[in-house]
């Protein structure tokens, strides 16, 4: 994808976003307060993942060479989970760490760490863009999530990967999740990952396994990775809206 498509591309789907009313991500000001918006936001997403999927399409987010690489990855979120799980498996180096992957599947799974690194490996230097508004690149190796899913054996009715996290967030707690659909999650550079800059993942940006899902803001990246769910919805989960920041009104779709 040439930068010039790629800049087209953002501006155009920054106004179709824009027109759709659904580009605010965080406390919407006084239009949130008002009867109704709220509710207008959430009929106008659909569109807005439409839009997405249609300009995006299959393609690949774009790729950089090792000498763009940040000398510092800045971590995004929670830095240093202190649940008492986490707390445990920090302490061993995580050699007890279990990775389950669970729900609408014909066989539930559980990996350690060695069996997780000995799996085919993809590596790829791509660029983390927070919605914070800054970015950093760097050079991530995991499995592809869809080798996992079809180990698994998906069953019909799947639709939803939830990611469950080992970090409570925020001041008033409640654990990291967040949810992509399928065809996300069998997108080639959707990674469960154990490597940054050919190093085991530091803590501070997500060991012992965190998920890279390139064609998202960083919110959508979920970091201390504890289980993986697949289901047909998320509405049952936490706040309903498929994601921690989701159920503070972050946009779901989350792409870039």
């Given at each position: 994808?040439t930068?010039?498509?790629?800049?087209?591309?953002r501006?155009?789907?920054?106004?179709?976003?824009?027109?759709?009313?659904?580009?605010?991500l965080?406390g919407?000001?006084?239009?949130?307060?008002?009867?109704?918006?709220?509710?207008?936001?959430?009929?106008?997403?659909?569109?807005?993942?439409?839009?997405?999927?249609?300009?995006?399409?299959?393609?690949?987010?774009r790729?950089?060479p090792?000498?763009m690489?940040?000398?510092?990855?800045?971590p995004?979120g929670?830095?240093?989970?202190?649940?008492?799980?986490?707390?445990?498996?920090?302490?061993?180096?995580?050699?007890?760490?279990?990775?389950?992957?669970?729900?609408?599947?014909?066989?539930?799974?559980?990996?350690?760490?060695?069996?997780?690194?000995?799996?085919?490996?993809?590596?790829?230097i791509?660029?983390?863009?927070c919605?914070?508004?800054?970015?950093?690149?760097?050079?991530?190796?995991?499995?592809?999530?869809?080798?996992?899913?079809?180990?698994?054996?998906?069953k019909?009715?799947?639709?939803y990967?939830?990611?469950h996290?080992?970090d409570?967030?925020?001041?008033?707690?409640?654990?990291?999740?967040?949810?992509i659909?399928?065809?996300?999650?069998?997108?080639?550079?959707?990674?469960v990952?154990?490597?940054?800059?050919?190093?085991?993942?530091?803590?501070?940006?997500?060991?012992?396994?965190?998920?890279?899902?390139?064609?998202?803001?960083?919110?959508?990246?979920?970091?201390?990775l504890?289980?993986?769910?697949?289901?047909?919805?998320?509405?049952?989960?936490?706040?309903?809206?498929?994601?921690?920041?989701?159920?503070?009104?972050?946009?779901?779709?989350?792409?870039?």
């Amino acid at each position: 994808m040439t930068d010039s498509f790629e800049a087209s591309r953002r501006r155009l789907l920054r106004g179709a976003l824009a027109g759709a009313g659904v580009g605010v991500l965080t406390g919407c000001d006084a239009l949130s307060r008002k009867p109704g918006f709220v509710d207008l936001l959430e009929r106008a997403e659909p569109l807005s993942q439409s839009v997405q999927r249609f300009l995006s399409g299959d393609r690949l987010a774009r790729e950089f060479p090792a000498s763009m690489i940040s000398p510092v990855f800045r971590p995004n979120g929670s830095v240093d989970p202190q649940t008492p799980e986490y707390l445990a498996l920090k302490a061993d180096d995580f050699a007890g760490f279990r990775l389950q992957l669970r729900g609408l599947v014909e066989q539930p799974l559980e990996f350690g760490l060695d069996a997780i690194r000995a799996m085919p490996t993809r590596t790829q230097i791509t660029r983390h863009d927070c919605v914070e508004g800054w970015s950093v690149i760097g050079q991530w190796s995991g499995v592809p999530l869809a080798h996992l899913l079809r180990l698994a054996r998906l069953k019909p009715g799947a639709r939803y990967v939830v990611f469950h996290c080992f970090d409570d967030y925020g001041n008033n707690g409640g654990r990291y999740y967040e949810s992509i659909d399928l065809n996300d999650a069998f997108h080639p550079q959707t990674l469960v990952a154990h490597t940054l800059n050919s190093a085991p993942l530091p803590i501070a940006n997500g060991a012992p396994l965190r998920m890279r899902i390139e064609r998202k803001l960083g919110y959508k990246q979920p970091k201390y990775l504890r289980t993986i769910e697949v289901v047909d919805s998320y509405a049952a989960l936490q706040g309903g809206k498929g994601g921690y920041w989701e159920d503070r009104d972050y946009d779901w779709y989350g792409g870039i």
